[in-house]
């Protein structure tokens, strides 16, 4: 069973930045993927951003040159790094991780741009 704990959500104003963070409780192999995930209101999860070793990571259209993710296996994390903030971008962010062939998401974390 692998838990996985989001930080960094917040209220931010339009343009401006957020980071978010994702600590794992196991170690996730570098070749198993890390995501970010977000729902908004009345609408269906949708992939923000994926990463794993040996590819280019994944990303939104939306979302492609304003965020980007990394991942620190050593610290057992991923991070999100959000800039450009839109209001569109309002949502619950959840980090998601295989392990063992076996999906796991976090608790989420809101962000909210208001303009």
């Known amino acids: 069973q692998v838990h996985l704990v ?3 959500g917040g209220l931010v104003q339009a343009g401006g930045s957020l980071l978010l963070s994702c600590e794992a409780s196991e170690t996730i192999l570098s070749s198993d993927p890390m995501a970010w995930y977000r729902q908004a209101p009345g609408k269906q999860r949708e992939l923000v951003a ?3 070793s040996g590819r280019d990571p994944d990303y939104a259209n939306s979302v492609f040159g304003r965020f980007t993710i990394s991942r620190d296996n050593a610290k057992k994390s991923v991070y999100l790094q959000m800039n450009r903030l839109k209001p569109e971008d309002t949502a619950v962010y959840y980090c998601n991780a295989r392990d063992s062939g076996i ?4 608790q989420g974390t809101q962000v909210t741009v208001y303009s």
């Not at 999906?103 to 976090?106: D, K, L, M, Q």
Request: hydrophobic letters at 20%.
């Open 6 to 8: 989001e930080s960094g």
């Open 50 to 52: 994926r990463i794993r």
């Open 103 to 106: 999906y796991y998401w976090g």
